[in-house]
């Protein structure tokens, strides 16, 4: 392919038309004991049985919980539908012409510690597979679209969709990994033995795991973690990602193995998982499964049904009386629903963690699962800690984060501690704007003089890309700011990531003045086209608002916009040092790069039970997480643009009902990558190897102790003196990887393992009477059972009825929406419809579809429910993370 050309994505209709382009995870609690009932035991209509003890256990207010085969023997009875399978290809391959990593993807440099892939290659082959008629069920097909996005390795690339949103699996046990003494290689332990020994003064050292399945534990382990983790840059990432850890417990979610797999782990006739300890004590337990929705999908019979339901999104023909559909929606509120009890409000994380966190000394307001506070402090000896587990909150909440974050510093400051650990440990990201206020709180000097805050990122260039730019672009620059309505469009797209005249083109210190100036199609690289590099506009009130919901000027990122600095820097970046345990992403990579930039160091946690340097920042590393309803709504919006203005071209695509084909709850993808300064100062014009192929050691790795994995205040001690006083706690071989500045050029990285089949062989074994068969090779589903019930898609969020009435499986609830003023947009209250939700799956997205929130919807934890076992489930609400923009709701505009 010539360097001049664009890289297009085979098969597009875009060709023939010339333009084309974690989680959260819910923590279900202790593991049930499983009655007998729980095996359905009816092989001739695996997924009625199913479903009728689903719909058993609702009415008992019970969350359903199975043993993975059974869920495996309806999954698999689920059949295949060529032209939907189609569809749905064709309506992915154009979203992921907006990822911006598909050419270094496909050859990445040497010291990217994953295999490449061919993302255009994979998708051409289960399009051929599909045209060739090689899948019979719906679960195959799914599975060979999930093995290339686990491929990415990139968590901002997601996809939740058809049958495999509908369950998790999950491993009976919990596991923690972690090193004797902190020399010897990790072994994997059960959690309960390793708090237990704990609790009891460590009286007895806990045995390790010896085997699972009759297979050494840590082969099964990494054999296992590299088929199942997601989203993370190098294989010791996706080991610490399979296990519990205190900082999960107190946001309430799972490790992959406890609770996130997608992988059916069984093989097919036997979920038995037996592990043996080297004690000789032996479990013998079975793979679970659980139900991801919370509510009844109504009388699922059939394959078909189940078809109808979760993979075109209709629920099955019932009988409705009066205009009354409550039959079809499991109903929370009422006599027989499900009960949700309020979360009770904490001051600290002892309980959730098992005893594993101490008493905090700072503490951000409303600390508790459901409360919104993360933040906490402590302090040992002259040693401050602060402990930042996610940078994602509410608006609402960002004040709170903010404020407490200061005073961790005021505090320490007054009490003349010397050094500092920032622990970030399973943060996966969250507001960007947070990164910016937290590192400007340890180095508040002007911004001017911290080139490690350029935050410089570019994004694939593409016609349909280019398409969109150009129209969203010109209609912004021509809004009316004396009008009103303009007005608050003028502010509220100000930082839409389409609306590049708006940012910063660090050639010129000033705006774009127009999209060909950022995209002009000249930058060529790896056979694919870039933009030049942008920077967002801090000093710009409208992008501050526009980019992170801010209301005043006084709650502007510190030291930005209306909030000036008011402190001087207390620490050198020598006696700081930040802890990981690799999981890092999004938000918090960026804040991290900050950090390092400025010369702090890092230590990474846990890891390969395996020598060697890790990196501390292997989740995702791109500057802007993108989804699938977000481009859907920007695609309607363009077509409407250019279908009221003659001189632009038209766009090339139904517009107005992009097909998904099946029902996509989910489609996460990587718009811009991050592009260090210090690349890009060498020579503007040349290739810049984005932040995300680059690697980037910790400056120290330890290993996690049975001592400390589930004892913080030891965790602390261990990781200040690594830090400060014997290095000699590092890891062998660990160290001398990193980059500082002003120092000697670092050991070069380990080698990149051998290229990989892209696609994820799972051990399915036989199958409980074959695809789309009962045992008797009767088939139970033809196209023709496929009918239109009531569709349980949900386009956006609907406000509250009379009374606060709502329909299904949602609360009435108020939310901020945002409103024009005259000048700076104000929030004002309305009451919505929030659906219930298990941030095990990202189901929430779906219900932003045709809703324009400012930022995505987040599962917002509220309450507990009962389990099976009399245990605690998490409970939430699709709450907007940022405020939902008008929607004829705010004062003076016309009711909907």
């Not at 502007?556 to 209306?562: A, I, L, N, Q, R």
């Not at 050691?697 to 030891?714: G, K, L, P, S």
Request: charged share 20%; aromatic share 10%.
């Amino acid at each position: 392919m010539a360097a001049s050309v664009p890289r297009l994505l085979f098969w597009s209709s875009f060709v023939l038309s010339g333009i084309f382009q974690h989680p959260v995870d819910a923590r279900p609690g202790p593991r049930p004991t499983l009655l007998n009932r729980r095996a359905t035991n009816d092989t001739g209509r695996p997924c009625g049985a199913l479903f009728e003890i689903i719909e058993e256990d609702l009415r008992q207010q019970l969350f359903p919980v199975f043993n993975a085969g059974d869920v495996y023997s309806c999954l698999t009875a689920v059949p295949f539908l060529k032209d939907v399978g189609l569809r749905f290809i064709e309506y992915y391959n154009t979203t992921l012409q907006f990822q911006s990593t598909l050419a270094y993807l496909e050859s990445p440099p040497a010291e990217y510690q994953q295999p490449g892939v061919d993302v255009v290659t994979e998708l051409g082959r289960v399009k051929q597979k599909v045209l060739d008629d090689q899948y019979t069920r719906q679960l195959d097909f799914e599975y060979d679209i999930h093995s290339i996005v686990h491929a990415v390795h990139d968590d901002h690339v997601n996809l939740f969709i058809g049958i495999t949103a509908a369950f998790s699996f999950a491993s009976p046990l919990d596991f923690v990994s972690a090193s004797l003494d902190g020399k010897s290689l990790p072994k994997p332990y059960l959690k309960d033995d390793i708090v237990k020994a704990r609790k009891a003064g460590w009286v007895e050292e806990p045995s390790p795991v010896a085997t699972i399945n009759n297979i050494d534990a840590n082969e099964f382990l990494t054999q296992f973690s590299s088929r199942n983790a997601f989203g993370y840059l190098e294989s010791h990432a996706d080991w610490n990602d399979m296990f519990e850890h205190p900082t999960n417990d107190i946001q309430g979610f799972y490790g992959t193995l406890g609770g996130r797999l997608l992988f059916y782990p069984g093989n097919g006739l036997d979920d038995t998982f037996n592990i043996t300890l080297e004690d000789g004590t032996e479990y013998t337990e079975h793979w679970l499964a659980f139900l991801n929705q919370l509510h009844s999908p109504g009388p699922l019979e059939t394959a078909g049904d189940f078809y109808n339901y979760f993979v075109l999104g209709l629920a099955p023909p019932v009988e409705v009386n009066d205009g009354d559909d409550s039959g079809l929606v499991f109903d929370f509120e009422g006599e027989n629903g499900l009960r949700l009890i309020a979360i009770k409000v904490d001051t600290d994380w002892i309980e959730e963690s098992d005893g594993a966190f101490p008493e905090p000394e700072v503490a951000q307001p409303f600390l508790t699962l459901s409360g919104g506070g993360v933040v906490t402090g402590y302090f040992q000896d002259d040693i401050g800690i602060l402990s930042i587990p996610t940078f994602e909150q509410f608006p609402d909440e960002a004040k709170n984060f903010s404020n407490t974050v200061q005073e961790f510093i005021s505090k320490a400051e007054a009490r003349k501690v010397n050094k500092i650990i920032i622990d970030l440990q399973q943060n996966r990201g969250g507001s960007v704007n947070l990164a910016f206020d937290t590192f400007r709180r340890f180095f508040p000097e002007e911004p001017d003089s911290l080139p490690w805050t350029w935050a410089g990122s570019r994004r694939r260039s593409h016609p349909l890309g280019d398409l969109v730019g150009d129209a969203v672009t010109q209609w912004w620059k021509g809004l009316d700011p004396e009008d009103d309505e303009q007005l608050f469009d003028k502010w509220d797209e100000a930082a839409n990531e389409f609306v590049i005249a708006a940012k910063i083109n660090p050639l010129t210190n000033t705006t774009f003045e127009n999209w060909v100036e950022y995209s002009p199609g000249s930058a060529n690289y790896r056979e694919d086209r870039f933009s030049k590099v942008e920077r967002l506009n801090l000093s710009d009130d409208q992008v501050l608002y526009s980019a992170f919901s801010i209301e005043t000027v006084e709650d502007d990122p510190y030291g930005y916009g209306g909030n000036p600095v008011t402190t001087q820097q207390v620490w050198k970046p020598e006696d700081i040092v930040i802890l990981t345990d690799g999981l890092c992403s999004s938000t918090c990579s960026l804040f991290v790069g900050f950090m390092q930039q400025a010369g702090v160091r890092t230590i990474v946690a846990g890891g390969l039970p395996e020598t060697g340097p890790m990196q501390a920042v292997s989740g995702s590393r791109g500057t802007r997480a993108y989804a699938n309803y977000l481009l859907d709504w920007m695609l309607k919006f363009t077509g409407q643009l250019l279908a009221d203005n003659s001189s632009l071209p038209n766009i090339p695509i139904d517009y107005e009902t992009r097909d998904t084909g099946l029902w996509v709850h989910h489609a996460g993808f990587n718009l811009r990558d991050e592009i260090l300064k210090s690349d890009w100062e060498k020579d503007p014009n040349a290739e810049h190897i984005p932040r995300q192929f680059q690697y980037e050691a910790a400056h120290c790795r330890i290993f996690y102790t049975v001592r400390n994995i589930y004892n913080m205040t030891q965790l602390w001690s261990d990781v200040a003196q690594a830090a400060w006083k014997d290095p000699s706690l590092c890891v062998e071989d660990s160290t001398g990887y990193a980059n500082l500045p002003d120092q000697p050029a670092p050991v070069p990285a380990p080698t990149r393992p051998p290229a990989q089949d892209a696609r994820v062989v799972i051990n399915t074994g036989a199958t409980r009477g074959g695809p789309g068969q009962d045992p008797d090779g009767v088939p139970i589903f033809n196209e023709g059972d496929v009918v239109a019930g009531m569709a349980v898609k949900r386009a956006g969020l609907e406000p509250c009825g009379a009374g606060d009435k709502c329909p299904g499986n949602s609360i009435c609830q108020s939310v901020p929406v945002n409103c024009a003023n005259g000048e700076r947009p104000k929030a004002t209250e309305a009451k919505y419809c929030l659906p219930l939700c298990k941030p095990a799956v990202n189901t929430c997205a779906q219900f932003a579809s045709d809703v324009k929130v400012n930022g995505a919807l987040r599962c917002d934890l509220r309450y507990e429910a009962v389990t099976k076992s009399r245990k605690h489930d998490f409970v939430g609400l699709c709450a907007p993370r940022e405020g939902i923009k008008p929607q004829n709701l705010c004062p003076g505009r016309p009711a909907a």
